[in-house]
């Protein structure tokens, strides 16, 4: 039985990743942050589970601003993989953290790599979570492992400098070390304050009349998303591969955030259509047609008020989408697309969820949630 060591385990990939690995018969330990709240959520169907907690999954506090910690966890645990997933990983908030940023998102890399070789784990295999983010101002398109960097955010300059740690790391000291440059990756699991999520969560709760509006930034900003579980399948397969090596995970394939908004609203049944730009642009509800919403409400008992809310709550004309500056990026991002045909050669791997399919994956999800638990 091979033992992973897993850092950001309550998160989005963490927690599909805990799920691949128990599945293929692993002994899974994740490290947490001490919180005054519980912050398992996407983990308590495994962790309330008495075959798996403290059998086959093992919860550890700690931090990767905390050198002593980590070292502690590796001499206890002696890992055979480790994926570092945890990060300050908002983009936006980035800017308004940019210290905590740089020290979780990159010395937290080093601190990780030091404490690897302080304890002697030489066989021990290790994932770096890198992102599209650093190519920021896109050189290339698409993007792959040989595309210059140009990160825009602290975000990206912190995940740039474990970009090159890992490198480092991997050409002095013969550490099986590799980075996941992986793209946009979403699914129901995903944060509510990031963009995608954002939307569906927003949209359903318009459609249901506890929201009037989704308020966004940079609706022409390009990104290529796919499905976070098959990225997650990625990770493990860049730490099965012969030799440590850097890879892209993407689609190939690139959408702008409007066009996210105008496939979470026809699934909802309404049209959109929009009126300005920039800053004042906004998206009218053109036409409403609830058959083809019914897929997303016809498993709920509170259809009914749904069906209520819907027909007397929203109207033709009326502004569910609008743009607040605040959301804006000091430094923005335009284009980002991936070339990931290194994965699919080396690895096996590529992404197989439409753009389309993802987005109903999502507002099926949340609509889900606002029908049964009213929020």
């Known amino acids: 039985m091979k033992k992973a060591l897993i850092t950001g385990i309550t998160g989005q990939d963490g927690s599909y990743l805990t799920e691949l690995l128990l599945e293929k018969d692993y002994e899974v330990h994740g490290i947490i942050r001490r ?20 059998k086959k999954l093992f919860l550890h506090y700690g931090d990767l601003v905390d050198t002593s910690n980590m070292n502690r966890l590796l001499e206890k645990i002696e890992p055979d993989e480790i994926y570092n997933l945890a990060a300050q990983s908002h983009v936006k908030v980035s800017f308004e953290v940019p210290d905590y940023t740089a020290q979780v998102d990159a010395l937290g890399t080093l601190r990780f790599l030091d404490a690897i070789r302080e304890v002697g784990l030489r066989k021990v295999k290790f994932y770096q979570a890198s992102t599209s983010e650093l190519y920021g101002k896109a050189r290339e398109i698409p993007q792959n492992e040989e595309t210059p960097f140009y990160p825009r955010s602290p975000y990206g300059v912190a995940k740039l400098y474990g970009y090159w740690i890992i490198v480092n790391y991997r050409e002095a000291y013969n550490i099986f070390a590799s980075n996941g440059i992986l793209f946009n990756h979403e699914s129901p699991r995903r944060g509510e304050t990031f963009v995608t999520r954002k939307i569906t969560r927003a949209g359903s709760r318009i459609a249901a009349g506890l929201q009037k509006q989704l308020l966004l930034g940079n609706m022409d900003a390009k990104r290529d998303w796919g499905f976070a579980p098959e990225y997650c399948d990625g990770m493990w397969r860049i730490l099965q591969h012969e030799k440590a090596e850097d890879f892209v995970l993407a689609t190939g394939e690139t959408q702008t955030v409007r066009r996210f908004v105008e496939l979470t609203y026809n699934n909802l049944g309404i049209e959109l259509e929009w009126k300005g730009k920039g800053v004042d642009e906004t998206g009218l509800i053109k036409t409403i047609d609830l058959n083809k919403a019914k897929d997303l409400i016809v498993y709920s008992s509170n259809e009914n008020n749904y069906i209520k809310n819907f027909t007397k709550e929203l109207k033709p004309g009326d502004v569910v989408v609008a743009v607040d500056p605040n959301y804006y990026r000091p430094t923005e991002v335009d284009l980002l697309i991936g070339d990931a045909s290194k994965a699919e050669k080396l690895l096996g791997w590529k992404a197989k969820t439409k753009f389309e399919e993802l987005v109903h994956i999502m507002i099926k999800s949340d609509m889900h949630k606002v029908l049964r638990r009213g929020f």
Not at 37 to 48: A, C, V, W
């Open 35 to 54: 919180s005054s709240s519980f912050n398992t959520g996407r983990i308590d169907h495994l962790y309330n589970d008495p075959e798996i907690l403290n």
